[in-house]
């Protein structure tokens, strides 16, 4: 699956999980740097820059445009960090190949929904990601799961049918993890789930499905 290609925009890290249990997770610091980055890309082919544990910690950066860019922004050069070089100008996932690959992609500090254009307010970020690996789940497509939510995933071409993907996801998430059925999770998303459009400036476009886990008693 390809993303957008943008002056903006860069992938980072590749870290395949793999499958062995430990005691005591390692934590780990990448930095971006040119072997670290690949840009406006996605693909599993790509030699990963670090192999890590199930259960271990990453902590990352992320880096978003040309250093001159930010220089002309008024941005004095010691707080630019020395990593982004010139030549690059910009809880729940399935496993789909061995290794267990992951990228993690560029920040944006402001987007809404739908990103109609080609750019967000694009920025570097640093963050810490725990990559654990859950044996035996048969996870067709990205989950996520925040303090106020469930949400599901969808992306295609058609905004259609990644609407009907996230629908379907949604409802498999709550016959899962709420013990409903089938029909009583299809009724209560009618009623209570929100459809968002995560991006429609790609050829494949995103929705991603929203359900409160408010309405559910404890």
């Known amino acids: 699956m390809r993303i957008k290609n943008l002056a903006y925009t860069l ?4 870290l395949p999980a793999l499958a062995n249990a430990q005691s005591a997770p390692k934590t780990f610091d990448l930095k971006a740097s040119p072997p670290t980055v690949h840009r406006g890309f996605f693909d599993a082919s790509l030699k990963p820059v ?10 990352l950066e992320t880096v978003s445009g040309n250093p001159r860019w930010f220089e002309k922004l008024g941005v004095p050069k010691d707080k630019i960090p020395s990593e982004l070089p010139e030549q690059f100008p910009y809880d729940y996932l399935p496993v789909h190949v061995a290794g ?19 750019s967000a307010v694009e920025t570097s970020l640093k963050g810490e990601i725990q990559v654990v690996l859950h044996k035996n789940r048969r996870l067709r497509w990205p989950r996520a799961e925040t303090a106020t939510h469930y949400i599901t995933m969808g992306l295609d071409p058609d905004l259609d049918q990644a609407a009907k993907i996230a629908t379907s996801e949604m409802l498999d998430l709550l016959v899962e ?7 009583e999770a299809y009724l209560l998303a009618s009623a209570a789930m929100d459809l968002i459009v995560t991006q429609v400036v790609d050829g494949t476009k995103g929705v991603h499905a929203m359900m409160p886990k408010a309405i559910f008693q404890k």
């Open 11 to 14: 992938t980072i890290v590749m």
């Open 50 to 59: 670090l192999t890590i544990d199930s259960g271990d910690i990453v902590r």
């Open 100 to 118: 267990a690959l992951l990228s993690v992609s560029d920040g944006h500090a402001v987007q809404g929904h739908g990103e109609v254009s080609l």
């Open 177 to 183: 993890t709420r013990g409903l059925s089938r029909d």
